[in-house]
């Protein structure tokens, strides 16, 4: 071969094998937040030629802004508004972060739990309209596609993908407790050093805490098992046609990326098709609006704080947003703050609010001192990836155990939406400034984060590229999806041991007694 057909043949062969590796791939996101973050996916499969189909509710708010782009979205009607769904969320959220520190815990429990299954009834409506949609189903099984992605966080994406008998892999920051990544993806977990994430808790527990994190564990699974997922099971089983559950379907995910990283994680054992690829949206920073940059400039050696409670809360009550910019007031920083409520009386020249900002911008922009933020994981990270200190104001779900992390992690401070003053807001943003811990914890995690053999977001198009590739990842499914539970944790063998253990003592003992006996027989018999 000559010199310069050895040169172009590699070429050649990528351009084919690049060309023959695009694929088709199906996304089943959620709204929100996780919305953003799926969509940095998506945005890197088309941008490496894959064809992407996303299926969406008609309500999502993610629904309004995704027409014109790159990716096809099949938007499924469901009776009923992206406003109705909008003032349920909204509902919702004031229970979870004004009501329920006032009622006891039962009341409170039962309250949001019966708010949940109202939202949990419009999902699975939106499900109904998918799955029992003869002609949806079969355009989607005609497209014939390569891989599905589904948002773990409600179930249907495993649903779609065992009906399509299309590989599938798990997009998700955490479910309650991990409770379906220990039970349905059987990723271990020992009470002793990994807490549930919900109470709190970090990874040294003492013996009161070990107790508490075992006991939520129990009930939780308890109460997946024989409450909560039941409904799915008969769901999964009407849609399917046979007998099965929800935690089986769950069960064949080929790969589970999760929305973290060790520089927030405590240390603790994975199985082989468990990806940490948390920070993947994170991106270096753009320049600011004209306006704002100027804003910020003006801060002068005093920098910028950044205040943002996510696109969930859209506004505070009137007491504490006038609480939170009285606090603000008082500060000799600037203040960015995301807010679309009510403009509160207190307001000082130092706070500029704006209906949307450039987040991941502001917070990699030299001028930053500090972050706080309600605790939701994209926000976290974009303070990780640029190291920036937090002051976490946690208001509902995963938010707390977010915080919890980041506190034990030592780059930032908690505060209580409910008791906190404005003198607490302040005297926490002067610590994170003038303690230099704080930050320099900040910058050691970031350079954690940044010091990865590949980074997040290609390590999440490599295991979707991988499936698709391989048609799955069996190689990495532990074979404890094919044992019972008492198989699981060895009961069977440990009965087995006792037995045997029991029968040697019964035997030790009866022939003990039996040669007693003899020997008692022949001494007797000498004595006589
Ligand atoms: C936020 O604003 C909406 C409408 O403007 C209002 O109905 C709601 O009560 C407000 N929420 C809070 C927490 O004040
Ligand atoms: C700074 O914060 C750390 C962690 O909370 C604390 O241990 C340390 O004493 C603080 N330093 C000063 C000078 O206050």
Redesign the pocket.
């Known amino acids: 071969m000559s010199m310069k057909l050895m040169l172009v043949v590699p070429f050649i062969m990528m351009f084919l094998l690049g060309s023959a590796s695009t694929g088709n791939v199906l996304v089943w996101p959620y709204d929100y937040s996780h919305w953003m973050h799926m969509k940095s996916v998506i945005h890197e499969l088309t941008a490496r030629g894959h064809r992407v189909t996303v299926v969406m509710a008609s309500s999502y708010q993610a629904a309004e802004s995704s027409e014109s782009s790159n990716f096809h979205v099949e938007v499924i009607p469901v009776p009923f508004t992206r406003k109705e769904m909008e003032m349920l969320t ?1 509902d919702a959220l ?1 229970l979870w972060s ?1 009501e329920t520190h006032k009622i006891p815990f039962w009341d409170s429990f039962i309250k949001i739990y019966s708010h949940l299954m109202k939202m949990q009834s419009k999902y699975k409506s939106f499900c109904d309209n998918v799955f029992w949609n003869e002609k949806l189903l079969q355009k989607l099984e005609s497209a014939a596609f390569d891989v599905l992605i589904s948002d773990g966080v409600m179930p249907g994406g495993e649903l779609l993908a065992e009906k399509l008998r299309v590989p599938f892999l798990y997009s998700l920051r955490l479910t309650p407790g991990n409770t379906m990544e220990r039970i349905c993806g059987h990723v271990p977990a020992p009470s002793s050093y990994v807490p549930t994430g919900l109470v709190g808790l970090t990874d040294r527990m003492s013996f009161m805490e070990r107790t508490a994190n075992m006991l939520t564990y129990l009930s939780l699974d308890i109460m997946f098992h024989h409450f909560f997922n039941k409904d799915w099971d008969q769901y999964f089983s009407d849609v399917l046609g046979k007998p099965t559950t929800l935690c089986e379907i769950m069960g064949k995910a080929e790969i589970w990326l999760i929305r973290t990283y060790w520089d927030f994680e405590f240390p603790r054992p994975l199985l082989p098709n468990f990806e940490y690829v948390g920070g993947l949206h994170c991106q270096p920073a753009k320049p600011l609006p004209k306006e704002m940059e100027e804003f910020v400039q003006s801060s002068g050696e005093h920098g910028i704080v950044v205040f943002s409670l996510g696109t969930m809360i ?5 007491e504490k947003g006038n609480l939170v910019a009285l606090a603000f007031s008082r500060l000799p920083q600037k203040v960015v703050w995301r807010y679309k ?1 009510k403009r509160p009386e207190t307001l000082g020249t130092n706070t500029r609010i704006y209906d949307w900002i450039p987040q991941n911008d502001l917070l990699g922009h030299p001028k930053t001192k500090a972050f706080i933020t309600h605790g939701g994981t994209n926000g976290i990270y974009e303070a990780i990836y640029h190291g920036i200190p937090m002051i976490g104001i946690p208001m509902f779900g995963d938010q707390s155990d977010n915080i919890a992390h980041v506190c034990a992690k030592g780059m930032a401070i908690e505060l209580n939406i409910n008791t906190m003053t404005a003198q607490d807001l302040v005297d926490a943003v002067n610590t994170i400034i003038h303690n230099t811990t704080y930050k320099e914890n900040a910058v050691r995690l970031s350079q954690i984060h940044h010091d990865q053999p590949m980074k997040p977001l290609d390590r999440a198009v490599f295991w979707i590229e991988f499936v698709m590739r391989h048609k799955g990842a069996k190689h990495l499914r532990v074979a404890a999806h094919d044992l019972t539970w008492y198989q699981y944790h060895c009961l069977d063998v440990i009965a087995f041991l006792i037995s045997c253990v029991a029968l040697f003592m019964f035997i030790m003992v009866k022939c003990c007694s039996f040669c007693c006996r003899k020997c008692g027989i022949t001494r007797k018999t000498k004595i006589e």
């Open positions: 909204q004031y004004y859209q506004n505070l009550t009137d409520g």
